[in-house]
């Protein structure tokens, strides 16, 4: 019988069928894909529960509209039912925008290890500006370390997607991954503006230089959680060697 896996969506766009072949792609199990705002109901009435594994590819906590951004925490169900899960020693693997997710609910940020910032605003006591972007970013992705989510993954690898210049708490976490690329703002866009309307702009956005770890590990509970930025569209979906770390992040993280 094939194990289970939870797949959380929805609050970003993303085409739906390369991603329903990436997730095909991860092995043998039986894939449950729930999507926001259904994807928190079903967490909170118990879905996270029983999941041997759970992949997290949502932004939820976000309303858009007209050039402005509104936030929202999730269901205290919602927190219980996570927290149930990780006191469990079931893990998870969340993916690219879900650093992003639950602005208004800072245990999610401290959870994963990191936070991208819609808008300026404060991380762990202090005001940062908003997080920068850059779509279609050709670079080579480096390991940085022999973990089992890295198994069968070569020294170095070719990659197409979208990075993100934000907030990484290096010293939580384990590094797996880094990009080969300069994390300065010139080399990003700011979130705050491409809300505004002013996609592609990084004008009178001073943020200083990043954290470029695009892929670690941390422990929540008795569970283990893997982050991997990649995961931006169909190129990424398609990367066989991403397709490898994810399938093994799946793993690693659904083991009790």
């Given at each position: 019988m094939a194990r289970t896996l939870l797949v959380l969506s929805g609050g970003h766009p993303y085409e739906e069928a390369p991603f329903a072949a990436f997730l095909e792609s991860l092995g043998d199990w039986d894939i449950t894909h729930h999507v926001h705002p259904e994807a928190e109901e079903q967490v909170a009435a118990g879905a996270a529960d029983s999941a041997d594994a759970m992949l997290f590819y949502d932004m939820p906590g976000y309303t858009f509209a007209d050039g402005t951004v509104k936030t929202a925490p999730p269901s205290d169900a919602f927190k219980a039912a996570l927290e149930r899960r990780f006191a469990s020693g079931r893990g998870a693997v969340?993916?690219?925008?879900?650093?992003?997710?639950?602005?208004?609910?800072?245990?999610?940020?401290?959870?994963?290890?990191?936070?991208?910032?819609?808008?300026?605003?404060?991380?762990?006591?202090?005001?940062?500006?908003?997080?920068?972007?850059?779509?279609?970013?050709?670079?080579?992705?480096?390991?940085?370390?022999?973990?089992?989510?890295?198994?069968?993954?070569p020294a170095t690898f070719s990659v197409n997607d979208e990075l993100y210049l934000?907030?990484?708490?290096?010293?939580?976490?384990?590094?797996?991954?880094?990009?080969?690329?300069?994390?300065?703002?010139?080399?990003?866009?700011?979130?705050?503006?491409?809300?505004?309307?002013?996609?592609?702009?990084?004008?009178?956005?001073?943020?200083?230089?990043?954290?470029?770890?695009?892929?670690?590990?941390?422990?929540?509970?008795?569970?283990?959680?893997?982050?991997?930025?990649?995961?931006?569209?169909?190129?990424?979906?398609?990367?066989p060697v991403v397709r490898q770390i994810i399938a093994n992040a799946l793993e690693w993280t659904a083991r009790v």
């Open positions: 969340m993916m690219h925008h879900a650093i992003a997710g639950w602005a208004e609910w800072p245990q999610w940020s401290e959870w994963l290890g990191g936070r991208f910032l819609y808008q300026p605003g404060p991380v762990r006591g202090a005001t940062k500006l908003d997080s920068g972007y850059r779509h279609d970013v050709d670079y080579t992705a480096e390991l940085v370390g022999e973990h089992p989510v890295l198994a069968g993954a934000g907030e990484v708490f290096e010293a939580d976490v384990t590094p797996l991954i880094r990009a080969r690329h300069d994390y300065v703002a010139e080399n990003f866009y700011s979130a705050a503006h491409a809300v505004a309307g002013r996609m592609f702009d990084n004008s009178d956005w001073p943020h200083p230089p990043g954290s470029n770890l695009v892929a670690w590990t941390k422990p929540i509970g008795a569970a283990q959680m893997v982050y991997c930025q990649f995961g931006d569209g169909p190129h990424t979906y398609a990367n």
